[in-house]
């Protein structure tokens, strides 16, 4: 039996401009390791508080866009949200045609850029689902945005090695070595960061011309009454919980991962008396911008299976288990963090954490889909889109704070003890899908 249910399903056109605006936004997870290898003084807190300025933006763009409710879901809404990022992606490739770039002004750029995470929600429309396969097909269409999100990890390292429209007077050279998917740059590289603008106003422009395709109206719009209903169901709040430790998890990682790597692997420090007593750039690290845009693909790939697992298992068991696995892999790469940070030669725990992290981004992104699916029964098919609309901007949340706490153990030289706080975040999660979901007489069993 096949039921009608407003779902998180995605057209072609809108597809193109959620890819461009994400792609504008996560362009600071690549930039901020770019900056870094430049040498212009920017300390690694300042440059994660630039991803937690961006993913707050995000954030907060995206709880703007739940309180406009069904207009913001609107093709013609999100084609003009796609205008201004073409025009933000514009001001970008001009901001960094005067080098040295003031740090006041990155903040600034890095603010605007956010409203390309406000996209990563994209328009419903009514379609025939059969229940048996509702997870799978929310969360192929919810997986589009991670594809932005690769895009920018991948070309953007390529873009600014190319040369400068405007000849070399806006040209600047690397001082620490940096790479790209095609291997390792040595120092003394020529980039030209305002290619990354022109870039990115290119790709949102394409969006733009190719996306002018009509999309019906929407079948079941938003209403005040909608969102009052909502907020007082008490599942809002417990699948509010439990998606910013799954899709959090997965946009704050793939936000900070580059910067991380270039962070614990990049240098090599020396400890002395149990204080550093020097540090050094590290030649024989692999390069963060080779292998970082890895983590987000490995997570767009697996989250159609979360999809799967949960319409076969239920979703909540899903949630469960990807629970325990978050904190046991957070707690491994907990352990490799501190012996990577306390190594004179960290590079030999590269490969391991990176592996580790490939564990996260999967599971993360398995538990994003399952909990979809658990949305799917738990919300009324009236409120499911405003649902999965407001579970997304809090989720959203971890580009802000995901950044920001590697900033902070930056600073204090402990960046292990981030990795074991999510760690004990997630069994919390654990715990909470076991009381609600998974007791014997729960309300709802295993939705």
């Known amino acids: 039996m096949q039921q009608m249910l407003p779902a998180e399903t995605i057209d072609k056109a809108t597809a193109l401009h959620v890819i461009a605006s994400t792609a504008v936004w996560m362009c600071w997870s690549v930039l901020v390791v770019v900056l870094y290898a430049l040498d212009m003084g920017f300390s690694f807190a300042e440059l994660f508080g630039l991803l937690a300025l961006t993913g707050l933006a995000a954030a907060g763009f995206q709880l703007l866009w739940f309180t406009l409710g069904n207009r913001a879901l609107t093709q013609s809404f999100i084609r003009s949200t796609t205008v201004v990022l073409a025009v933000i992606a514009l001001a970008l490739g001009w901001s960094f045609l005067q080098p040295p770039f003031s740090l006041s ?38 997986g589009v945005g991670g594809v932005g999100i690769v895009l920018a990890q991948i070309s953007v390292p390529l873009v ?41 106003a290119g790709v949102t422009v394409i969006a733009v011309v190719l996306g002018r395709k009509r999309v019906r109206a929407q079948s079941s719009p938003w209403t005040p009454v ?15 919980v439990l998606y910013v ?18 962070f614990l692997f990049g240098l090599s420090r020396d400890w002395q008396g149990g204080e ?5 750039s590290n030649d024989y690290a692999p390069q963060a911008l080779t292998y970082a845009w890895l983590g987000p693909l490995v997570g767009v790939v697996a989250r159609p299976l979360g999809g799967w697992f949960a319409d ?19 707690l491994a790469a907990a352990y490799l963090t501190y012996q990577a940070f306390h190594s004179g030669a960290p590079e030999q725990y590269f490969l391991l954490f990176l592996l580790v992290f490939f564990v996260i981004f999967t599971v993360s992104a398995i538990a994003s889909s399952a909990i979809y699916r658990s949305a799917s029964v738990l919300f009324p098919p009236a409120q499911l889109p405003i649902a999965l609309r407001w579970l ?24 292990a003890l981030a990795l074991v706080a999510f ?14 979901y998974l007791r014997r007489h729960s309300v709802y069993f295993n939705p």
């Open 105 to 142: 002004l990155l903040q600034l750029m890095a603010l605007l850029s956010g409203l390309g995470g406000a996209q990563l929600y994209v328009s419903q429309r009514t379609l025939e689902l059969e229940p048996t396969s509702m997870g799978w097909e929310l969360a192929v269409t919810a």
């Open 160 to 200: 600014v090695s190319l040369p400068s429209l405007f000849g070399d007077a806006n040209t600047v050279r690397t001082v620490i070595s940096t790479g790209n998917v095609l291997g390792s740059v040595r120092p003394d590289q020529v980039v030209s960061l305002a290619n990354v603008g022109w870039f990115l």
């Open 226 to 240: 909608h969102r009052r209903h909502l907020l007082r169901n008490p599942h809002l709040w417990v699948m509010t």
């Open 245 to 262: 430790m799954a899709f959090g998890s997965f946009i704050g990682f793939a936000l900070s991962f580059p910067l991380v790597l270039q």
């Open 276 to 280: 550093i007593a020097r540090i050094l």
């Open 312 to 330: 076969q298992y239920g979703g909540a068991k899903v949630t469960f288990g990807c629970a325990l696995l978050l904190a046991l892999a957070s």
């Open 392 to 415: 997304a901007a809090c989720a959203m949340a971890g580009a802000a704070y995901i950044p920001l706490m590697w900033g902070v153990q930056s600073v204090t030289a402990t960046p």
């Open 423 to 436: 760690a004990l975040f997630y069994l919390l999660c654990a715990g909470l899908v076991m009381l609600v």
